[in-house]
């Protein structure tokens, strides 16, 4: 599982995972809980609870995902009692619940579709301006296309076919459209497949067959320890400390048996990488050594080009006055130690996903602890159903994460 750029997709009983591998290294991973999908990038018809004009901000209510924070512009006019449509864009974390904007949008790697909008709007943090015949063809086809619009986004000057972008992503949207139900769901993206081709168009993605289970597996682990241990050894002798709290997210840079030279040749790529693979979110404060203005400045020009390659459009603010460099991400989706905390799920999967793989296996029993068997036979009851035997479990106070007990016949 190695060589070049590919995404490899696994689906398993309540379940689906994929990775984004560089050259065999993780750069970005993908989990779906299919008894607690993640919503991000739907839309939906919203009840609009409470409007706060001074913080620009309204509370609302969602069938199947509860209470909602609405992000507001100048231009909305929410009502308290009447409905609005909102796209979901971030999960819920700490305290937090799901957060939203007003209004239909589908985002991707270069620019926001705007059903109901119209024309070409740029981002005022733009980079630079897409090449003259690029932007050409994108202005051919969204004139071609009525009843949508577009927001380029920062990079969006790199891309050399934004008028393809802009068609696959309006096909996204009307492959993805619902009617209003019970639910009130307007648009739903998508199983990780569909999801993962709006954000990352020009990669293949491979489907994980039983053969390639256990190289995926490892794989996994691989990226799950990078993404949960605070300490991140760096090329040249360095290290990279990452502690989120509550506010931001703190890294911290330490030579420690290298120079300060192979430092900062290293850490650009380094914190972007991780910030990625991690889905990090929200302020983000790197403490950089001091350093002459000059390689402050190849530092600060080498973190942007590793940046620019996060399809969330990580931005760094500047230095503050005490010489923190501070970067902003949009939250989005949960990122692996939010998953990797739920051991209860997580271990039942694992142990249904090593039941599907070995179909020999004509009574699997399963022994686990009694929360992991109430687990199973509530939210996770459709993941133990969708196996195409009957798993027998053996309860006991004393065992440890599900395990397979019962050999091949």
């Not at 080009?305 to 006055?321: F, H, Q, V, W």
Request: net charge negative; charged share 20%.
């Amino acid at each position: 599982m190695s060589g070049g750029a590919r995404i490899l997709i696994e689906t398993s009983p309540g379940q689906s995972r994929a990775l984004h591998l560089i050259d065999g290294l993780a750069i970005e991973a993908w989990y779906d809980f299919h008894h607690d999908p993640d919503l991000t990038g739907s839309v939906h018809r919203a009840r609009i609870d409470r409007v706060f004009p001074a913080q620009n901000r309204a509370t609302a209510t969602l069938e199947g995902a509860g209470a909602v924070s609405v992000r507001m512009t100048r231009h909305d006019r929410l009502v308290a009692g009447e409905t609005a449509t909102v796209t979901l864009v971030a999960a819920p974390r700490e305290a937090k619940p799901w957060q939203a904007v007003t209004g239909a949008r589908l985002a991707g790697r270069n620019m926001v579709l705007l059903p109901g909008g119209e024309g070409i709007a740029t981002s005022q943090r733009m980079t630079q301006p897409p090449a003259a015949p690029t932007m050409d063809a994108l202005q051919s086809m969204i004139g071609g296309t009525p009843g949508f619009g577009v927001i380029l986004r920062r990079h969006a000057g790199a891309s050399q076919d934004l008028a393809g972008e802009a068609a696959a992503l309006v096909a996204a949207w009307q492959a993805g459209l619902r009617d209003v139900d019970g639910t009130g769901c307007l648009f739903d993206p998508g199983g990780l497949a569909a999801r993962i081709a709006v954000q990352e168009p020009y990669v293949s993605c491979d489907l994980v067959g039983p053969g390639e289970a256990g190289d995926f597996d490892a794989l996994w682990d691989i990226m799950i320890d990078a993404t949960t241990r605070p300490d991140i050894p760096l090329a040249g002798g360095g290290v990279m400390w990452v502690e989120p709290t509550r506010a931001l997210t703190a890294i911290d840079l330490d030579s420690g048996n290298g120079d300060l030279a192979g430092l900062f040749s290293a850490a650009p790529d380094a914190i972007a990488h991780q910030l990625r693979l991690r889905q990090t979110g929200g302020l983000v404060a790197v403490d950089v050594p001091r350093a002459s203005p000059a390689a402050g400045r190849e530092f600060d020009e080498a973190l942007d080009r590793a940046l620019a390659r996060d399809s969330r459009s990580p931005e760094r603010m500047g230095r503050s006055r005490g010489g923190v460099t501070e970067i902003r991400i949009a939250h989005g989706r949960p990122g692996p130690a939010m998953w990797a905390a739920d051991r209860v799920a997580v271990d039942a999967l694992a142990a249904l996903r090593a039941i599907s793989l070995r179909p020999q296996l004509a009574s699997p029993r399963l022994e686990c602890r009694p929360d992991t068997a109430d687990w199973l036979r509530g939210p996770g009851a459709g993941a133990l159903a969708s196996l195409d035997r009957k798993v027998e479990l053996v309860v006991s106070s004393e065992a440890g994460p599900a395990t397979l007990i019962e050999a091949p016949r």
